[in-house]
């Protein structure tokens, strides 16, 4: 009589598989996968025809277009500032037209700055043309600007009106967090 070990053995060398404890049996085959060409004959097939339903999305799609040209553009580009008589210039220049402007004091290797940046341009778009937004990197503005502001953190968002800061949000945490600070400045201001 063969011994468990060498029984298991022949088993496997004869295609079948062991199982634990020296028992020896056959494992069942899973069961196989078809595809079917055809279909099965209590289905139906739909087919739709050519035309209305295909052009429907297209139209649908330019009469959104035309409402969001209505509505206002969907994010505005931060304007750059790179010395203090452009800062100026927009001062006196909000100060004509009665507008508060946002600064964004920001610096090129600042992570969160360049994750802020975009969300701070959607924002400028819910309010366009009322707020004017600007951004300056401060590793390419003299450093007199940036003291003459008060910038000590980055990223800074600051509030101007009359040609003077009016309140600060320093953006240390969540962006949407600061968007929403950032919102609420502007809505006091208002």
């Known amino acids: 009589m063969a011994t468990a070990p060498a029984h298991a053995a022949a088993a496997i060398a004869a295609g079948e598989s062991a199982l634990s404890h020296g028992r020896v049996g056959?494992?069942?085959?899973?069961?196989?996968?078809?595809?079917?060409?055809?279909?099965?004959?209590?289905?139906?097939?739909?087919?739709?025809?050519?035309?209305?339903?295909?052009?429907?999305?297209?139209?649908?799609?330019?009469?959104?277009?035309?409402?969001?040209?209505?509505?206002?553009?969907?994010?505005?580009?931060?304007?750059?500032?790179?010395?203090?008589?452009?800062?100026?210039?927009?001062?006196?220049?909000?100060?004509?037209?009665?507008?508060?402007?946002?600064?964004?004091?920001?610096?090129?290797?600042?992570?969160?700055?360049?994750?802020?940046?975009?969300?701070?341009?959607?924002?400028?778009?819910?309010?366009?043309?009322?707020?004017?937004?600007?951004?300056i990197d401060v590793n390419a503005v003299p450093q007199k600007l940036v003291n003459r502001a008060g910038v000590t953190k980055m990223p800074s968002i600051q509030l101007w009106s009359d040609s003077h800061k009016q309140a600060e949000v320093i953006g240390g945490h969540k962006s949407w967090l600061v968007i929403d600070d950032v919102r609420k400045m502007i809505e006091q201001e208002e």
């Open 26 to 135: 056959t494992r069942p085959t899973p069961p196989r996968l078809g595809f079917v060409s055809k279909p099965p004959a209590g289905w139906a097939a739909i087919s739709l025809p050519p035309g209305p339903r295909r052009a429907a999305p297209a139209a649908a799609a330019a009469k959104e277009r035309v409402m969001e040209e209505e509505e206002g553009p969907s994010w505005v580009e931060l304007e750059p500032i790179s010395d203090e008589q452009q800062l100026d210039r927009a001062l006196a220049e909000a100060q004509q037209l009665d507008l508060p402007i946002v600064l964004l004091w920001m610096a090129s290797w600042c992570r969160k700055c360049i994750y802020l940046k975009p969300k701070l341009e959607k924002l400028a778009a819910e309010y366009h043309p009322r707020v004017r937004f600007y951004c």
